[in-house]
Structures are given as C-alpha cells and as structure tokens.
C-alpha cells in the first residue's frame, strides 16, 4: 500500500524568505500523479501545485515549486518570497493510477507552516 | 462555477441521533470521496465512489455509511454517531481516467460536533 510522510509537523519561516518542506512516499507504480495542497484557517483545500511521475521537469506555479526525485521517492514543496497569507497547512498527496482505487489521495499528515512578519 | 457542495457547514447533535451530510457536485465527475480531518493524522478516507452504484470503503469505513444512486450526490450518512466521529469531513470528487490528473476538488467541509 501506498503511504505519505511529511516529517516536518511545524515550520516557521520570515515573510519574503524562502522554505521548503519535505514530503517522502513510497509506492511500487511506476507512473503516478503527486499534489500539495495548502488548508489556511478558513479550512478549504486548495491545490497548490501538481506533478505527473512520467514529467521529468519539476513543477513550478510562480512561487511554489517542487524538487522531484523519483528514485528517492521525494517530493519537496519550495515557497520563494514567503507571504503572509503562505501561513497554512500543508498536505502532500499521492494519486495512483492503476487499480480498481485508481481516484484515490493518500496524503501525509500535514506540515503546519507559519509566516513571521 | 464548478463546485462541490456540502451541506450542513456545522453541526453539533448528541450520540445515537441519525444524520445526513450531502456532497452535490456539479462537474459531471464520475469519482467521488469522503475524507475526515483529525489533528496529528491528516486526512483519512472514509468511503469512496467511482461511478454511479459503486462504492467502496477507505481506510476508517466503520460507523458510516454512504449511497450514490445519482452521479451528482454522495450523501454521507451515520446512524448511531458517537463521539469519536466528531470530526472535519470533505467531501472530493475528480475525473477518471484520462483526465485523472486532474486534482480533486473538494468542498468547504463541515464541522461536526457529536456529544
């Protein structure tokens, strides 16, 4: 069974610094699709950045980034020029695409990110 | 607007009375999900749907029940609720294959308080 660890339960970084926070599956598909969304106070989920397992480029949406190390089973999430409203949780998230739970997110148990003024 | 839509937001009930919370979505999506949010363990899955009449348990099915009789809604039901589902549920749904990398799109969650 696939499983997702994010090892970092809080960080805390200065507004316009840059963190990143650590995300480690482990799954036996060769081809999948990994996520990070981002839950503010308000409670909704929202996709921050996705990336296909074939794509050998690291996915970028302006200032998130991800380091993808498919050998290593590492999906790193990057925030350049932290802002304040960055102030979250944040989930790791794995979608297989074979099987009969095909839909499904596995995701870790969250890293609770905190930006300083 | 693409939207999941759960209902209700919050709600506090005492143990043993019945409840329904609804998931409606309306992007013709064919997989649908319910996940509970607990401090310290993430978002766990509670039963999941990948087509009308098919669904399947996640990983805590015990306690809950859920239908899908028409693609749009995926009702999550408890019968006898006790205090320790009370809990942040999110109701999710997304394409399949072709699509399936596409993210899930979830609904604003709902509260719930079981006393």
């Known amino acids: 069974a696939q499983t997702v660890t994010q090892s970092q339960p809080e960080m805390s970084v200065q507004e316009a610094e840059t963190v990143t926070l650590s995300c480690t599956y482990d799954?036996?598909?060769?081809?999948?699709?990994l996520f990070w969304y981002k839950q503010p106070p308000s409670r909704q989920m929202i996709l921050v950045i996705r990336?296909?397992?074939?794509?050998?480029q690291n996915a970028t949406e302006n200032r998130f980034s991800v380091n993808f190390q498919k050998a290593a089973k590492s999906f790193s999430l990057k925030i350049s020029d932290s802002q304040l409203g960055d102030t979250a949780m944040y989930f790791c998230?794995?979608?297989?695409?074979?099987?009969?739970?095909?839909?499904?997110?596995?995701f870790g148990k969250g890293t609770k990110l905190s930006v300083k003024p | 607007e693409a939207q999941v839509t759960q209902n209700p937001r919050y709600l506090i009930t005492v143990t043993g009375k019945k409840l329904t919370v609804t998931c409606s979505q309306n992007?013709?999506?064919?997989?649908m999900s319910w996940y509970r949010q607990d401090p310290g363990l993430g978002l766990r899955q509670i039963y999941y749907?990948?087509?009308?009449?098919?669904?399947d348990k996640g990983d805590v099915p015990e306690g809950y029940k859920v239908s899908r009789k028409e693609k749009r809604n995926f009702p999550l039901i408890l019968e006898s609720p006790s205090p320790n589902q009370t809990s942040l549920y999110f109701c999710?749904?997304?394409?399949?294959?072709?699509?399936?990398?596409?993210?899930?799109?979830f609904g604003d969650g709902t509260r719930l308080s079981i006393l």
């Open positions: 992007m013709n999506h064919e997989y």
């Open positions: 799954t036996s598909e060769s081809n999948y699709y």
């Open positions: 998230a794995f979608r297989g695409l074979y099987g009969g739970s095909q839909g499904n997110l596995i």
């Open positions: 990336q296909e397992a074939y794509k050998q």
């Open positions: 999710a749904s997304s394409s399949l294959g072709f699509y399936s990398n596409q993210p899930q799109h």
């Open positions: 749907s990948m087509n009308v009449e098919v669904t």
